[in-house]
């Protein structure tokens, strides 16, 4: 087995009167690829901001192996977040400096980098254009380009494939495959069974801010007894799926009051309706 | 801090200019309108003031005057000042402001004034009526009250002589001897100081606030709401780094404003107003030195606490609420200390918020550096920045900032 990279234990995260995420317990290994599936409010981009040390945990660990901060290893952390997070009045090669600098990467080696892997991603021409007028697919294709530039070990990619096309799509999962196979570590969060079927060593089921299965695709089937993945994730996610919360600014009483005062109410559905008027 | 730190730092603050500088309109904010603003104001007013007076001089006026005895060369001085009159017996009042019947044809503009006259012995009585609501009738009523003064001058010389009297020893007894700037011991130097402390610290302050506004904006609760944040949190800089290039890319731009903004106004000063308004101030090292201290510690501490204000926000459009009418807390003390008398001014006021850097600066504009002051105002201004920049740290150092809006 490959030695364990990341360790999170008992791990509680809190928003406000919300727990987003409930005793987490989860060993990341080095050189595979682990799916965070679930549903939108599931939990996944928290877990994964965790694992950034962007989050502290409001109880229990995030460490790597060696019990050190997962703060302490961003320089080995390449992240795709979920809002692609690009300047629009940078180019896209400006925008992977820009990071590739603050990795202290010299931009001779950032570049060549890129320009090996914006030619996997068929990028290659748009590098010196502003990402202001990019799709969505693009500035996904950008964003990927920008994690890996200074040559990370480990992958955080928050939902990579949303707003690609087909063709994009497979070549960011072979990509993805392609960086395992060099020894890299990568975790994936999607909502797509199939994508992570199709790329993931690993599947988290998370589900209301509980980890309700982790294993290979072959062992999540073999312990729900099911045929397939998708009666797999409905079988252990049967209750009912919370929404999004992850805010934690807490609103005073006056805005509270003031913001109400202004907010009509709902119809009231118990209404008789008079159909001849 | 470690070298790589400082890279980190600089490459922030270079990359937050190099996307600022990059939408015109910031650029026209910021550089073109600060550096133009008061040259155009000092070629466009005057202009402005010129063209209306010699609109007002082209004028043809009527008016009426009613009087009981007009002397001939009143009222030929009358016509000579472009005013056509009839004449009308005076009407029965009580006084001769009272309007009366006349109030209604002043009114409907039948005539732009009416000038009532009489004569009792010696001493003669007048009134103008006019509508002070009409530029036409205003007019018309300095154009008399001219022709009135310069008779009444004639008259006063004439009864004079009359008497046997010397005329100008009578009218003007008391004389200052020689040139009146002869005698002032402030250098000119002095006296171009003394000018420019009354508004240098005035548009340093409102403008250094303004100016930042805009870019700290951008740079927090626009990073959040675009979304641009989260990547940035997951590089390996810390909150810390990241709020001083933030804070060294506003203080820059801002800098940028205010530098132009106030060349912009001494060059209208120098150049385009008289130029003997004002000069060079005569400034020694010491107070060269403590002028950019000061800025530099009101730059930070107002940079810190827009920036602070900013990140607290959840939208552009929350901070742009908070952060425009905090600019009071800069006017408000600012117009206070252009009052405050500096001839033996108590210490506090030197402790108090903002009031302090301003009235360092009129000191120090004005060449004096007394220790007392200094100790004071540094020393506080110190306590106020490092305030500001705790609890700018305190905002960036928060979780929820992560969070994209958009």
């Given at each position: 087995m490959s030695k364990s990279l990341l360790s999170i234990q008992e791990v509680t995260k809190n928003f406000a009167e919300v727990e987003?995420?409930?005793g987490i317990s989860l060993e990341i290994y080095s050189g595979e690829i682990v799916g965070l599936v679930g549903?939108?409010?599931?939990g996944k981009t928290t877990l994964l901001r965790l694992m950034a040390g962007v989050y502290k945990p409001s109880s229990g660990s995030v460490n790597?192996?060696?019990?050190?901060?997962?703060?302490?290893?961003r320089q080995e952390l390449g992240v795709v977040p979920e809002?692609?997070?690009?300047?629009?009045?940078?180019?896209a090669w400006e925008n992977i400096r820009y990071h590739s600098r603050m990795h202290g990467v010299p931009d001779s080696i950032a570049w060549a980098r890129t320009e090996k892997f914006a030619e996997h991603l068929d990028m290659k021409d748009s590098l010196?254009?502003?990402?202001?007028?990019?799709?969505r697919g693009m500035r996904q294709k950008t964003a990927l380009l920008r994690a890996l530039a200074h040559g990370p070990n480990i992958l955080l990619l928050d939902e990579?494939?949303?707003?690609?096309?087909i063709t994009s799509a497979r070549t960011v999962r072979a990509l993805v495959r392609q960086l395992r196979d060099e020894g890299g570590t990568v975790i994936y969060s999607t909502h797509q069974l199939a994508e992570a079927q199709q790329v993931c060593d690993r599947i988290v089921i998370i589900h209301n801010g509980e980890i309700r299965a982790d294993g290979s695709p072959t062992k999540l089937l073999q312990d729900t007894n099911t045929q397939s993945l998708e009666d797999a994730y409905v079988s252990l996610t049967l209750d009912q799926a919370r929404t999004r919360q992850e805010d934690n600014g807490k609103e005073s009483a006056f805005s509270g009051w003031w913001r109400r005062l202004f907010t009509p109410r709902a119809p009231d559905t118990t209404l008789e309706v008079n159909e001849d008027e | 801090m470690s070298d790589g730190s400082l890279k980190r730092v600089g490459a922030i603050a270079k990359k937050e200019i190099v996307e600022f500088t990059r939408d015109w309109r910031t650029i026209i904010a910021i550089i073109v309108i600060p550096l133009l603003m008061f040259p155009l104001l000092f070629i466009m007013f005057p202009v402005l003031l010129e063209s209306e007076a010699a609109e007002l001089d082209a004028l043809e006026l009527s008016i009426i005057i009613q009087t009981d005895a007009l002397p001939e060369n009143l009222g030929e001085n009358i016509s000579f000042n472009g005013i056509d009159f009839s004449v009308e017996l005076l009407p029965?009042?009580?006084?001769?402001s009272v309007p009366g019947n006349d109030l209604e044809r002043v009114r409907n503009s039948s005539t732009d004034a009416v000038l009532r006259l009489q004569t009792n012995e010696d001493v003669w009585s007048y009134a103008i009526l006019h509508l002070s609501t009409s530029e036409r009738s205003n007019e018309a009523r300095n154009r008399i009250l001219n022709v009135l003064s310069d008779w009444e001058d004639s008259e006063v010389r004439e009864r004079i002589e009359q008497g046997g009297m010397d005329v100008n020893s009578t009218l003007d007894p008391l004389r200052w001897d020689?040139?009146?700037?002869?005698?002032?011991?402030?250098?000119s130097g002095e006296q171009s100081g003394m000018i420019l402390s009354l508004f240098i610290p005035l548009v340093l302050a409102i403008w250094t606030y303004s100016s930042a506004i805009q870019p700290s904006i951008d740079m927090t609760a626009g990073e959040r709401e675009r979304g641009t944040l989260e990547a940035l949190l997951c590089l390996p800089c810390t909150r810390m780094e990241l709020l001083l290039g933030k804070w060294l890319a506003v203080a820059t731009i801002t800098g940028v404003g205010v530098l132009l903004q106030i060349c912009g106004l001494l060059f209208a000063i120098g150049?385009?107003?008289?130029?003997?308004f004002i000069g060079v101030p005569q400034l020694s090292m010491i107070s060269i030195g403590l002028i950019v201290l000061s800025i530099m510690l009101f730059a930070i501490m107002v940079v810190a606490f827009e920036l602070a204000l900013a990140m607290r926000s959840h939208s552009v459009k929350e901070a742009g609420s908070i952060l425009a009418p905090a600019l009071m807390l800069i006017l408000f003390p600012a117009l206070f200390t252009q009052?405050?008398?500096?001839?033996?001014?108590?210490?506090?006021?030197?402790?108090?918020?903002?009031v302090n850097i301003l009235l360092a600066l009129r000191e120090l504009l004005m060449n004096r550096v007394i220790t007392e002051h200094v100790l004071i105002w540094a020393v506080s201004s110190v306590i106020y920045a490092s305030l500001a920049a705790y609890y700018a740290s305190r905002q960036f150092n928060r979780e929820d900032i992560v969070t994209s809006l958009s």
């Amino acid at each position: 087995m490959s030695k364990s990279l990341l360790s999170i234990q008992e791990v509680t995260k809190n928003f406000a009167e919300v727990e987003a995420l409930q005793g987490i317990s989860l060993e990341i290994y080095s050189g595979e690829i682990v799916g965070l599936v679930g549903s939108n409010g599931a939990g996944k981009t928290t877990l994964l901001r965790l694992m950034a040390g962007v989050y502290k945990p409001s109880s229990g660990s995030v460490n790597l192996s060696n019990g050190k901060p997962v703060a302490s290893m961003r320089q080995e952390l390449g992240v795709v977040p979920e809002s692609t997070g690009l300047y629009s009045r940078l180019t896209a090669w400006e925008n992977i400096r820009y990071h590739s600098r603050m990795h202290g990467v010299p931009d001779s080696i950032a570049w060549a980098r890129t320009e090996k892997f914006a030619e996997h991603l068929d990028m290659k021409d748009s590098l010196s254009r502003h990402t202001k007028g990019f799709s969505r697919g693009m500035r996904q294709k950008t964003a990927l380009l920008r994690a890996l530039a200074h040559g990370p070990n480990i992958l955080l990619l928050d939902e990579p494939t949303a707003g690609l096309d087909i063709t994009s799509a497979r070549t960011v999962r072979a990509l993805v495959r392609q960086l395992r196979d060099e020894g890299g570590t990568v975790i994936y969060s999607t909502h797509q069974l199939a994508e992570a079927q199709q790329v993931c060593d690993r599947i988290v089921i998370i589900h209301n801010g509980e980890i309700r299965a982790d294993g290979s695709p072959t062992k999540l089937l073999q312990d729900t007894n099911t045929q397939s993945l998708e009666d797999a994730y409905v079988s252990l996610t049967l209750d009912q799926a919370r929404t999004r919360q992850e805010d934690n600014g807490k609103e005073s009483a006056f805005s509270g009051w003031w913001r109400r005062l202004f907010t009509p109410r709902a119809p009231d559905t118990t209404l008789e309706v008079n159909e001849d008027e | 801090m470690s070298d790589g730190s400082l890279k980190r730092v600089g490459a922030i603050a270079k990359k937050e200019i190099v996307e600022f500088t990059r939408d015109w309109r910031t650029i026209i904010a910021i550089i073109v309108i600060p550096l133009l603003m008061f040259p155009l104001l000092f070629i466009m007013f005057p202009v402005l003031l010129e063209s209306e007076a010699a609109e007002l001089d082209a004028l043809e006026l009527s008016i009426i005057i009613q009087t009981d005895a007009l002397p001939e060369n009143l009222g030929e001085n009358i016509s000579f000042n472009g005013i056509d009159f009839s004449v009308e017996l005076l009407p029965n009042l009580s006084s001769l402001s009272v309007p009366g019947n006349d109030l209604e044809r002043v009114r409907n503009s039948s005539t732009d004034a009416v000038l009532r006259l009489q004569t009792n012995e010696d001493v003669w009585s007048y009134a103008i009526l006019h509508l002070s609501t009409s530029e036409r009738s205003n007019e018309a009523r300095n154009r008399i009250l001219n022709v009135l003064s310069d008779w009444e001058d004639s008259e006063v010389r004439e009864r004079i002589e009359q008497g046997g009297m010397d005329v100008n020893s009578t009218l003007d007894p008391l004389r200052w001897d020689g040139e009146i700037s002869d005698a002032d011991v402030a250098t000119s130097g002095e006296q171009s100081g003394m000018i420019l402390s009354l508004f240098i610290p005035l548009v340093l302050a409102i403008w250094t606030y303004s100016s930042a506004i805009q870019p700290s904006i951008d740079m927090t609760a626009g990073e959040r709401e675009r979304g641009t944040l989260e990547a940035l949190l997951c590089l390996p800089c810390t909150r810390m780094e990241l709020l001083l290039g933030k804070w060294l890319a506003v203080a820059t731009i801002t800098g940028v404003g205010v530098l132009l903004q106030i060349c912009g106004l001494l060059f209208a000063i120098g150049y385009l107003a008289s130029s003997s308004f004002i000069g060079v101030p005569q400034l020694s090292m010491i107070s060269i030195g403590l002028i950019v201290l000061s800025i530099m510690l009101f730059a930070i501490m107002v940079v810190a606490f827009e920036l602070a204000l900013a990140m607290r926000s959840h939208s552009v459009k929350e901070a742009g609420s908070i952060l425009a009418p905090a600019l009071m807390l800069i006017l408000f003390p600012a117009l206070f200390t252009q009052v405050i008398n500096l001839d033996g001014i108590e210490g506090f006021w030197f402790a108090i918020p903002v009031v302090n850097i301003l009235l360092a600066l009129r000191e120090l504009l004005m060449n004096r550096v007394i220790t007392e002051h200094v100790l004071i105002w540094a020393v506080s201004s110190v306590i106020y920045a490092s305030l500001a920049a705790y609890y700018a740290s305190r905002q960036f150092n928060r979780e929820d900032i992560v969070t994209s809006l958009s």
